[in-house]
């Protein structure tokens, strides 16, 4: 899968010149977005489904600071899947330079509309498929 | 009423050193929060009427910038209403110098939970009662 | 000039499940980058010659909600310049359906690095006559 | 010391109706910057003396979601400290019903104006025994 780009906008940096640290774990967000819309289970189809994915941890390691109008070239992968848990790795390069500037992992849960956790291999075993396939 | 109080974040600064234009109209809503809270009508108990209050329109001015951990106060007041539409209007002031920073308004309607227009005469008397008490 | 795109991201939507109002002002800020890279004067060019160009005003009319997910198209134009105060006019549509959802303008001064106004046709003659060559 | 408090706002709602979980870093730093004034080493100070403090990696647990309105008891504690890499902990609680929403942790160096990694024994000998003080 291609990475996900994002360009840094003025409001997402700080005054120390750079990007504010907190916008990553947003970029995170929309890469992450992307990638399941090139799964074919795109956050739509889930939340038609009564399938919501919340965020239950989040790390990020800042290597090199971005600025201002930089690209930024965003992996991600899967790194382990087993039915109930998700963890996912983020790696954040400069597009043009390929410098590494951060990387990061999130971890999700599935909660049917009631807040219950779901394990994927009953409640949607196509999905479950879909992540198994990806495992390392 | 007395004047909200907002501390200038570090996140909400731009490499101008200086904040970013967007959050004086994030710090409007908070005001407007407070102020509807201080009238006895806060967003909790116009979310569980069924009342939904979207902003149509919203106006800044911005005179001086402001800086990391200034204290703006923040004054609103009712500027027009006649059962339809609400307009507010915000003064923000550094708290030590009284100093105006910004000014702004934001317009406002009432809907209900499908999302048509309400005239609150009609649908909320109460709270058309202490709106018009408001009035200039 | 072809529009720019922004697609509306998860951490834009609030708890009315649509966009929060304040997102669209940042939008406008990314359009703003856009046009002004667009006609040779980005960013990086401006405040490499010490020059900065603050926003001194915003308006926004809301007309129809955005949500998570959808692509807007943002128009940037020249509304009003006569050398010292610049007003920019944009218009954001949903990209597929051309439905407005939100109008606005945002009104600029040029400042050197002492925080000086500046007139443009005395401080910088080529950006003076890039904006008079877009005036309606 | 008092543990920070963070009223959550409207616009730090998400579509899933709670908070949207980027926002906890900012809280983090919201309390870190209260809790550095505390110990009289404020922003303002470090930044007089031309010490720059970059967060270099990030962590966040998410126990429980949050709301609007709600009321976040931030306490902040020094978890390791050895001269140049400060580590410190969050525990976020809803601050009527004491139920832990959220922990985290925040790591940093200490930078000069060129960006060389400075280590604090040698070029702040007073910060560094404010930090030892606190080491448990």
């Avoid at 930024?72 to 790795?89: E, H, P, Q, W």
Wanted: overall charge negative.
């Amino acid at each position: 899968m291609q990475p996900y780009l994002h360009t840094v906008q003025y409001y997402e940096t700080d005054q120390m010149h750079i990007t504010h640290h907190s916008n990553y774990i947003r970029w995170m967000e929309e890469a992450r977005v992307a990638f399941l819309d090139g799964l074919g289970w795109g956050y739509d189809r889930l939340e038609a489904m009564g399938l919501i994915s919340p965020v239950t941890a989040v790390h990020a390691n800042y290597y090199r600071p971005s600025r201002f109008h930089e690209v930024i070239a965003i992996t991600v992968r899967l790194k382990s899947y087993k039915g109930v848990r998700l963890v996912l790795d983020y790696e954040m390069r400069n597009h043009e330079t390929d410098v590494l500037v951060c990387s990061g992992t999130s971890e999700h849960c599935f909660l049917d509309g009631n807040g219950r956790v779901l394990r994927l291999t009953r409640a949607c075993p196509e999905l479950d498929a879909a992540l198994q396939a990806l495992l390392p």
